[in-house]
């Protein structure tokens, strides 16, 4: 038992190894080069989004690149080299939702409390991987994920047409009351800030016709600086940004109290649980592009890392993103050191060119995030909910008038619930399946199609079933 636990240990600490040091291949120069335009590439996408994303967490801006500087450390210890790491609107809106009953946004205690809650994700994801739970991940179902992801997305788009349209409400935790005022507000707002707000969602539109890697939102935003300093629209109502402080982030403790812990700790658990879920997809997306093996618990402790890391320098909590991780393979990411020189970039980005961003619109920043946030309604997804939930409903109702013509005595629920479990594990684990009567269904990854089969004891029933994780049911 003393060898076990020793095994054990040492398999835990292993993890802590930074991946890019197990690898036995050479580093070739057509590696630095297709780094070196993937890390830019990312960059140039990822600074407009951070500085967005910041303003849904009801930060500064800046927080939001503080942020994005720590990104790299989750790409040097997780397992996928093309994943990119940083803010992201979903973690940001959970990030506000979380701690706007606490503190004022935008205040020193709010920032403090966005440190304290990125702290307790990491410590969340570390736990999690050091104890090998990464295969906890694959219960979660992807049609919960998908749900919570699209009403998020509505609820960002909610709060930003107050800022695209020139408009300044309070904010409300009840979304009706939101919508409600911001009718009321509507024949208040601001001509030239409409005016911009819609000019910068349409060009965004069209330039998402063009490949992943053109800085459509840099482009954006090098307009929206030219109109704010040129036609000086602070003098007519229109919010800027306005000072942004340069200089490297300040080594700063969170905020730890016993009052804290107590009411941030659940809200961390589901910020790392939905947020882990998102990255799990994206890794799971570029492992079947590049044929990488795909290490949850690997990932954890990437993950972990950066939330931590990034707690201790003003940062808030920090998650990989599909549409930055789609851009670092299509422009030819070989390694994790793309992620090094997206790094870089930042650094540089906040070192040295913050004062151009002092004329830059709101209302320009808000358009940015009202289309990331609309990207994130999976629609076809919904929809195969939709008809698999009208199939499901007559199962249901069928299985209930089959069981009523039977005695009590003969109801085999506990052995119905057992064998639906055993079928929800088994779908992710192709070498255990079985075959026998019951319900067909498809792998969820993109691999071989193997069927797995669950027998319901109760009854000579044949219906579509609906599980978790699965992506067609026969």
């Known amino acids: 038992m003393k060898e076990a636990a020793i095994s054990r240990i040492s398999s835990a600490l292993l993890l802590l190894r930074p991946t890019f040091m197990r690898g036995h291949k050479a580093y070739t120069r057509a590696d630095f080069q297709g780094d070196m335009v993937a890390g830019i590439s990312v960059a140039v996408v990822q600074i407009p989004q951070a500085m967005a994303f910041a303003l849904i967490a009801g930060l500064p ?28 609107a ?3 809106l959970l990030t506000f939702t979380s701690l706007v009953s606490l503190a004022p946004p935008g205040s020193e205690h709010f920032i ?37 992801s699209s009403a998020a997305a509505v609820l960002i788009v909610i709060s930003q047409i107050p800022t695209l349209l020139g408009i300044s409400l309070p904010s409300s935790e009840i979304v ?14 601001s ?27 840099l482009f954006v935003l090098f307009l929206a600086i030219l109109a704010g300093y040129g036609l000086r629209l602070d003098f007519h109502g229109v919010a800027i940004i306005g000072e942004i402080p340069s200089g490297l982030p300040h080594l700063v403790l969170p905020f730890i109290g016993v ?54 320098f003003q940062g808030y909590p920090v998650s990989g993103s599909f549409t930055r991780s789609a851009i670092n393979r299509e422009a030819g990411a ?11 970039v930042t650094l540089a980005t906040i070192l040295f060119l913050t004062p151009l961003f002092f004329y830059l619109p709101l209302t320009a920043l808000a358009a940015i995030v009202i289309l990331s946030a609309v990207s994130l309604i999976d629609i076809k997804r919904i ?56 319900y067909c269904i498809t792998h969820p990854s993109g691999g071989p199609r193997k069927k797995y089969r669950a027998r319901y004891v109760g009854g000579q029933f044949c219906r579509h079933q609906w599980y978790g994780n699965t992506r067609r049911v026969h």
């Open 90 to 92: 979903m973690v940001s």
């Open 259 to 312: 009052n804290s812990l107590a009411l941030l700790i659940p809200k961390a658990a589901v910020l790392a649980l939905v947020a882990f879920v998102a990255t799990h997809a994206n890794t799971a997306t570029l492992a079947r592009s590049t044929r990488e093996r795909q290490d949850t618990d690997q990932e954890l402790v990437g993950q972990g890392l950066a939330n931590v890391v990034a707690s201790f």
């Open 191 to 217: 001509p030239i800030a409409t005016a911009l707000g819609i000019g910068a969602l349409v060009i965004l539109v069209l330039f998402r016709r063009l490949p992943h890697s053109f800085p459509s939102a």
């Open 334 to 344: 070989r390694t994790s050191f793309s992620s090094v020189v997206s790094t870089g």
């Open 383 to 438: 929809r195969e909910m939709y008809a698999i939930s009208r199939s499901d409903r007559c199962r249901e109702e069928s299985l209930a008038k089959h069981y009523t013509k039977r005695p009590r005595a003969h109801f085999p629920w506990r052995r119905d619930c057992s064998s639906g479990s055993i079928a929800l594990l088994r779908q992710h684990r192709p070498s255990a399946h079985t075959s026998r009567r019951g």
């Open 61 to 88: 801006a800046v927080y939001g690149l503080y942020a994005s500087l720590f990104g790299c450390i989750a790409s040097l210890w997780g397992s996928s080299r093309q994943l990119s790491t940083g803010p992201v």
């Open 176 to 189: 009706l009351r939101n919508i409600l005022n911001l009718v009321q507000a509507l024949p208040h707002l």
């Open 112 to 148: 403090r409390l966005a440190a304290t809650l990125a702290l307790l994700t990491g410590l969340i994801y570390l736990l999690l991987g050091f104890f090998r739970f990464g295969s906890m991940i694959h219960l979660v179902p992807h049609s919960v994920i998908a749900g919570f």
